[in-house]
């Protein structure tokens, strides 16, 4: 007999931090579509997103209304640098090398932030409001919640700012066609740094909700192999597969954490992962490239 | 292109080592390698079991990456089969050594076939992500099967050699740097072969050379399975040298290790994945002895472990911005310049 009620709150859950998932991939996902960089470091960019968060909030001692906007043009600043010193120079290079060149920022990051705060594990200061949410029958843990709420939020905004805002309608037009984009006198150069600082941006966003769920540490870039198999699911280049990879992979991993195990979340996302590969190489909603000669 | 040889036949064009230079050279690292272990210490002994067992997966993951043009992020994983292959066979049977590397090598090479088979479809990047899944499932099967020890993982007997145990550095030396000589023989070798050449047409342009009439999926499956082989090779040279497997043992980052090894040496050339990965593990024991050098450093061992990260990553993001061909660049300029020294270079 299954326990649909149990089931039920389950799937909240893991849909609702699947929601942090779409968040996170719509970081990568900007990058991606007008860059072309598939940028592996996005849990280290997270990860120093929410240590800036903790520096500001709980060292400098901001209030938090303060402490979210810091951090978050403290991020832009970074993505910026990196997109400045490591990601310009590779212009036209293979994408392996860009791939390996994020693989190296990944790891300078973690270092950065071992030698700045410590591998210690460490709390965020509670900002989120802590009365626990009922849907229905189902109990639904604040934090993760109001996490999806903002997150909602966020992907919102996004969104937005990408259909109506002039440096978001230069992105989408790089990302369409770069050739055409130049032509038209759009600064191809600067959209590419503006994609790193709203990449850095939202990543920093949702390093602060995963940080105030569940604690920071150094080896919270491990999220970000979560997000690298929604964004692979979802196809690389596809808003849409973003969101809603997420909130699929989301479900998998509480289905599989719930029923199966802990141990099994990740060997479920990655089946998963492979899976799809298999099926449909290029995600579930990716642009199928044709290769010509 | 080097001056003052004359080859006159197709063979002497196509040979491994063409000039007497080279093979004088190479009388003298030979002879160094045998006196190596007469001279050295313990550590260092340690230290070049280890840089021989990482240059024997370098040289693999190079035939895969670096000639063939498919990223993969498993290494560590086709090592993990190739090592706990060995520590079941040596503990449960007790089969010659031999034995044992090379069935390795080969339950790795079907671990690596199977990984293998999406690369038909799906390419670059999205390999290499599809690549960490192998590494996540065989983390998870070492954790989790009933003869794998669980995360306690395998312990097991030296390696013998007619009755007398490798259980010393100085032993077991005699075993893993020849069988690492070897394959990159082989290696080296395979580039000269009808194989390697297909490989190299594929990592140029994989349509191009299906129109040249290369089975693409017979040789991208081919090139996984040389590259895996080669990795459980290393594992299992890797058990017999640490004398333990743990599912930990084996991690995404030693993967990540090995694909930074041949970007810092040099993809696509047998020196290149030899230089790097010698270099790369240098490079985490020559900090550590600089962090000896600073005075008062006792305060500051507990920085060690996070500036080898970020010396790891600098490391990468140094080489592929500055010198993306790597040290066997840097050693062939070296190389040209006293090539007509002391007259202009």
């Given at each position: 007999m299954m326990d649909w009620a149990y089931l039920f709150e389950i799937s909240l859950t893991g849909v609702a931090g699947g929601g942090l998932y779409s968040l996170a991939a719509l970081a990568?996902?900007?990058?991606?579509?007008?860059?072309?960089?598939?940028?592996?470091?996005?849990?280290?960019?997270?990860?120093?997103?929410?240590?800036?968060?903790?520096?500001?909030?709980?060292?400098?001692?901001?209030?938090?209304?303060?402490?979210?906007?810091?951090?978050?043009?403290?991020?832009?600043?970074?993505?910026?640098?990196?997109?400045?010193?490591?990601?310009?120079?590779?212009?036209?290079?293979?994408?392996?090398?860009?791939?390996?060149?994020?693989?190296?920022?990944?790891?300078?990051?973690?270092?950065?932030?071992?030698?700045?705060?410590?591998?210690?594990?460490?709390?965020?200061?509670e900002f989120l409001p802590a009365q626990p949410i009922m849907i229905g029958d189902a109990f639904l843990a604040p934090k993760i919640f109001w996490g999806a709420v903002i997150a909602v939020?966020?992907?919102?905004?996004?969104?937005?700012?990408?259909?109506?805002?002039r440096g978001g309608i230069a992105l989408r037009a790089t990302a369409s066609d770069q050739a055409a984009a130049y032509s038209v006198g759009i600064n191809v150069p600067r959209v590419f740094s503006l994609a790193w600082v709203f990449s850095a941006m939202i990543a920093a966003v949702s390093g602060i909700i995963v940080g105030s769920i569940g604690g920071i540490s150094s080896s919270m870039g491990v999220f970000g192999l979560s997000v690298l198999v929604v964004v692979i699911v979802g196809g690389l280049d596809s808003v849409l597969g973003a969101l809603i990879g997420g909130l699929f992979i989301g479900l998998v991993e509480a289905l599989a954490g719930a029923y199966l195990g802990g141990e099994y979340k990740l060997l479920a996302t990655f089946i998963v992962l492979v899976a799809v590969l298999l099926v449909r190489p290029y995600g579930l909603f990716g642009t199928h490239e044709i290769e010509r000669l | 292109m080097r001056i003052g040889t004359l080859k006159e036949t197709y063979v002497a064009d196509a040979a491994l080592f063409d000039s007497r230079t080279q093979k004088i050279w190479l009388?003298?690292?030979?002879?160094?390698?045998?006196?190596?272990?007469?001279?050295?210490?313990?550590?260092?002994?340690?230290?070049?079991?280890?840089?021989?067992?990482?240059?024997?997966?370098?040289?693999?993951?190079?035939?895969?990456?670096?000639?063939?043009?498919?990223?993969?992020?498993?290494?560590?994983?086709?090592?993990?089969?190739?090592?706990?292959?060995?520590?079941?066979?040596?503990?449960?049977?007790?089969?010659?050594?031999?034995?044992?590397?090379?069935?390795?090598?080969?339950?790795?090479?079907?671990?690596?076939?199977?990984?293998?088979?999406?690369?038909?479809?799906?390419?670059?990047?999205?390999?290499?992500?599809?690549?960490?899944?192998?590494?996540?499932?065989?983390?998870?099967?070492?954790?989790?099967?009933?003869?794998?020890?669980?995360?306690?993982?395998?312990?097991?007997?030296?390696?013998?050699?007619?009755g007398l145990p490798l259980d010393t550095s100085f032993r077991i030396y005699w075993l893993i740097v020849p069988v690492t000589l070897l394959m990159l023989l082989g290696a080296a070798n395979l580039f000269r072969t009808r194989i390697g050449r297909a490989f190299i047409a594929i990592r140029d342009r994989d349509i191009s050379a299906e129109v040249l009439g290369i089975p693409l999926l017979r040789y991208k499956l081919l090139s996984f399975g040389l590259s895996s082989?080669?990795?459980?090779?290393?594992?299992?040279?890797?058990?017999?040298?640490?004398?333990?497997?743990?599912?930990?043992?084996?991690?995404?980052?030693?993967?990540?290790?090995?694909?930074?090894?041949?970007?810092?040496?040099g993809m696509g050339t047998i020196l290149g994945g030899v230089l790097g990965a010698v270099f790369m593990t240098m490079v985490p024991e020559l900090l550590k002895f600089v962090f000896d050098l600073i005075p008062g450093g006792a305060g500051l061992t507990v920085f060690l472990s996070p500036v080898r990260t970020i010396i790891f990553g600098l490391l990468i993001i140094g080489f592929l911005v500055f010198e993306p061909h790597g040290l066997a660049e840097i050693w062939r300029r070296v190389r040209r310049y006293f090539h007509l020294w002391p007259f202009r270079n």
């Open positions: 990568f996902v900007i990058v991606y579509k007008a860059t072309r960089v598939v940028n592996i470091a996005i849990g280290e960019m997270l990860m120093a997103g929410a240590y800036l968060f903790f520096t500001f909030a709980a060292m400098f001692a901001l209030p938090i209304w303060l402490a979210i906007p810091a951090t978050v043009l403290g991020s832009g600043l970074l993505g910026a640098m990196i997109e400045r010193t490591m990601i310009r120079p590779l212009l036209g290079e293979p994408p392996i090398s860009v791939f390996m060149v994020t693989v190296g920022l990944g790891s300078v990051l973690v270092g950065l932030v071992e030698v700045i705060w410590t591998a210690d594990q460490r709390r965020l200061p939020i966020f992907i919102a905004a996004v969104l937005l700012i990408f259909r109506f805002w | 009388v003298v690292a030979g002879a160094l390698l045998v006196l190596f272990p007469f001279v050295a210490s313990d550590y260092w002994l340690y230290l070049a079991c280890l840089v021989s067992i990482n240059v024997a997966s370098a040289t693999g993951l190079n035939i895969l990456t670096g000639y063939t043009g498919l990223v993969s992020l498993g290494q560590a994983a086709f090592m993990g089969l190739g090592a706990y292959t060995v520590a079941t066979m040596e503990s449960t049977m007790g089969t010659p050594f031999a034995l044992n590397l090379l069935c390795g090598g080969v339950v790795a090479m079907i671990g690596g076939l199977v990984v293998g088979i999406p690369s038909l479809r799906v390419k670059g990047l999205y390999l290499a992500i599809a690549t960490i899944a192998a590494s996540f499932i065989t983390h998870f099967l070492f954790a989790n099967l009933s003869f794998t020890g669980g995360t306690g993982g395998l312990s097991i007997q030296p390696a013998s050699w007619f082989f080669y990795a459980g090779v290393a594992g299992g040279l890797w058990a017999y040298f640490f004398r333990v497997v743990t599912p930990e043992s084996f991690p995404l980052l030693m993967s990540i290790f090995f694909l930074a090894a041949i970007i810092v040496g």
